[in-house]
């Protein structure tokens, strides 16, 4: 039996019809389940193990036979998301709340159409064509970006991308016989069962999924312990020395830093835990927060160079072994993209193709009027060109590293450039013609990190991505205007947490209210320690 499953392992060429089926089917399942959390809740959740055991049992148990790559590749199709949801339920809550907003006509329909919930108008063709844009720009840029860098990531000994490492234990797992998988579903049938109960007992007042300290302790102490099992098995695969890492810097943020904070008036103290991390996020963290993971690898960069002028290259192994474990900086990683681009012919079409239809929307639609056309194109070249990578590079270190991201960075190579050149108005922050999406290319390194374990090559996981991105566009739109339609935005079902967050942010940016973003000391303090 063990001879027949691994004979079969090497069978087809994995995008066969039912993968791409029930990737499809379930890449709209999980982009409408995942458009409500994000919205709702600012989070999401992640469906590989559902998928890669559900992919198992159809094909190879009940169909009588598949293989580590097809499975895998269902896996990678179900998890592509473009998700339009958040996009448009934005701008449609964007003109409820903020009537006067001067949004154009090409980005979200006017007057009665918003007013009465229409949501069969032809005025609806062009936004959603435009958002369709920007979102496909956007991801085949995350795509050439990842595929443009994988190599020098995935050689570093630090990228070790804990969750798709996990996902691919779980597909190696299944054709290790019946004890492995056997042991493995024990398993995940048990969390799923821990966290059911937790989450049941949270519905009757009994809470067990996070005890907080913080109440308890002395004003400005924020100290908590989150009981899930989700974070304990990550903790199998980060390795000690990342995890010391965010130990230690969490203790020393919220156990030491944020009491002196407080103490000295530079943070107002609030009860609720939540508001006094955010304030804490806001007014002190963010700024060497974001030092730390953008002036980190520059700092870097500049180190290497330094050293390259006083040191003579080598080619021995003891040096090439050194190069291989060390962190790779911004000059290392840009040039080995540019190297990329000029030695691969599709992916230098692929970029072309996608960067010159970019450059003219943004001379022809002005995204950034009343500003001269021919602004709108530099600004468009820079998020292309510079802001699109460095975004990139900081979210894919991120996800190799600890194996979770966060876009706030975002903030500093996006609006911030259009804030100093003097923009006003809520277009231009909103609609960004050239700006990649870096979770997607950071995903593009990930599953490359793992592909020899699951038989895959890079460029099925590609074509896998593009197929996921239709179903999971039309679902997520669908769901959206179905939900303001029927249920309307900031209502007890659609409380839209995150479009309250996001208001406040492109409010300050857009109307010119924005005050002490960053703190140039600890930007840079932190962009020192970083490094």
């Known amino acids: 039996m063990q001879e027949r499953e691994d004979s079969e392992q090497?069978?087809?060429?994995?995008?066969?019809?039912?993968?791409?089926?029930?990737?499809?089917?379930?890449?709209?399942?999980?982009?409408?389940v995942n458009s409500y959390l994000n919205i709702n809740f600012g989070m999401g959740l992640g469906f590989g193990g559902v998928t890669i055991l559900l992919a198992y049992v159809i094909f190879h148990k009940v169909l009588g036979g598949s293989n580590k790559r097809e499975i895998a590749l269902a896996w990678v199709l179900a998890g592509s998301s473009l998700s339009a949801a958040a996009s448009v339920g934005f701008l449609i809550y964007l003109q409820e709340v903020i009537p006067n907003n001067g949004l154009p006509e090409w980005l979200v329909p006017q007057g009665l159409v918003i007013q009465n919930k229409v949501i069969f108008s032809g005025e609806w063709v062009s936004p959603i064509l435009v958002v369709f844009f920007f979102l496909a720009t956007g991801g085949l840029l995350g795509v050439i970006l990842g595929y443009g860098t994988y190599q020098l990531f995935v050689k570093s000994r630090r990228m070790v991308f804990p969750n798709f490492s996990m996902q691919a234990v779980i597909v190696d797992s299944c054709f290790k016989g019946r004890g492995p998988i056997r042991f493995l579903t024990l398993f995940m049938v048990a969390g799923f069962?821990?966290?059911?109960?937790?989450?049941?007992?949270?519905?009757?007042?009994?809470e067990t999924t996070m005890v907080d300290f913080s109440p308890y302790l002395p004003q400005g102490f924020l100290f908590g312990l989150a009981l899930?099992?989700?974070?304990?098995?990550?903790?199998?695969?980060?390795?000690?020395?990342?995890?010391?890492?965010?130990?230690?810097?969490?203790?020393?943020?919220?156990?030491?830093?944020?009491?002196?904070?407080?103490?000295?008036?530079?943070?107002?103290?609030?009860?609720?835990?939540?508001?006094?991390?955010?304030?804490?996020?806001?007014?002190?963290m963010m700024s060497p927060g974001v030092g730390m993971m953008l002036m980190a690898g520059i700092f870097l960069s500049v180190m290497g160079m330094i050293r390259a002028r006083f040191r003579k290259a080598t080619t021995n192994s003891s040096d090439?072994?050194?190069?291989?474990?060390?962190?790779?900086?911004?000059g290392e990683l840009f040039r080995f993209f540019f190297h990329s681009l000029i030695t691969n012919k599709?992916?230098?079409?692929?970029?072309?193709?996608?960067a010159m239809p970019i450059i003219v929307f943004a001379y022809y639609i002005n995204f950034l009027y009343p500003f001269p056309p021919v602004v709108s194109m530099i600004f468009a070249l820079f998020f292309l060109l510079a802001a699109s990578f460095f975004d990139f590079v900081i979210i894919t270190k991120m996800a190799g590293e600890a194996g979770m991201s966060t876009g706030i960075q975002s903030i500093i190579f996006y609006e911030l450039p259009l804030f100093a050149a003097g923009y006003k108005g809520y277009t231009g922050y909103i609609a960004q013609p050239g700006r990649s999406d870096p979770?997607?290319?950071?995903?593009?390194?990930?599953?490359?990190?793992?592909?020899?374990?699951?038989n895959m090559d890079l460029k099925s996981v590609v074509k896998a991505i593009l197929i996921g991105w239709l179903p999971s566009f039309v679902s997520s739109l669908v769901f959206i205007l179905a939900m303001w339609r029927t249920v309307g935005f900031g209502t007890p079902l659609m409380p839209c947490v995150s479009f309250i967050q996001n208001r406040l942010i492109y409010q300050m940016f857009a109307e010119r209210t924005v005050t002490g973003i960053l703190d140039p000391a600890t930007f840079l303090a932190g962009g020192v320690i970083g490094a």
Not at 442 to 453: E, P
Request: charged letters at 10%; hydrophobic letters at 55%; one cysteine or more.
């Open 320 to 330: 090439a072994q050194e190069r291989k474990g060390s962190t790779l900086g911004y």
């Open 346 to 354: 599709w992916l230098l079409f692929g970029f072309a193709g996608t």
């Open 10 to 32: 090497q069978k087809g060429d994995g995008l066969s019809v039912r993968a791409v089926i029930l990737g499809c089917i379930l890449a709209a399942l999980f982009t409408f």
């Open 439 to 454: 979770f997607i290319g950071s995903s593009i390194v990930g599953y490359a990190k793992v592909k020899d374990m699951l």
């Open 193 to 206: 069962v821990i966290t059911f109960i937790q989450f049941v007992l949270k519905v009757f007042g009994i």
């Open 228 to 284: 899930n099992v989700a974070f304990i098995a990550l903790g199998y695969f980060i390795g000690a020395p990342v995890a010391l890492s965010i130990l230690i810097g969490s203790l020393a943020s919220y156990v030491i830093i944020s009491p002196i904070l407080v103490n000295q008036g530079i943070v107002g103290y609030s009860p609720d835990s939540m508001q006094l991390y955010m304030d804490l996020l806001y007014k002190f």
